[in-house]
Nanobody, 126 residues
């Protein structure tokens, strides 16, 4: 069982930045792919960014491309999401996900992940 704990959410003004972290209980070699998803009130959960164990390649949703960057530190078993130039439409609960089935490339569908964190709230004010 993989435990994922997100942190770093909060309230920020439009144009600001936040960095989310996700600490995993399992070693990086067990989590072949990791990703970030988000869910706004009344909306379905959507893919934000994904990364493999090798850290390359990554995959980023068009809505955040150029503003958000996903990275992982395998030595620390931690996943990150650097979010710059935040917009009010980025407001959502952000979830970290991990896949322990083998994967050679990032995954963008929620059903492709095996473990989920509890989420961290990001609120962007206009």
């Amino acid at each position: 069982q993989v435990q994922l704990v997100e942190s770093g959410g909060g309230l920020v003004q439009a144009g600001g930045s936040l960095r989310l972290s996700c600490a995993a209980s399992e070693s990086a070699s067990s989590t072949y792919a990791m990703g970030w998803f988000r869910q706004a009130p009344g909306k379905e959960r959507e893919f934000v960014a994904g990364i493999t164990w090798s850290t390359c390649p990554t995959n980023t949703a068009d809505s955040v491309k150029g503003r958000f960057t996903i990275t992982r530190d395998n030595a620390k078993n931690t996943l990150y999401l650097q979010m710059n130039n935040l917009k009010p439409e980025d407001t959502a609960v952000y979830y970290c996900a991990a896949r322990t089935r083998y994967s050679a490339y990032p995954r963008s569908q929620a059903y492709e992940y095996d473990w989920w964190g509890q989420g961290t709230q990001v609120t962007v004010s206009s």
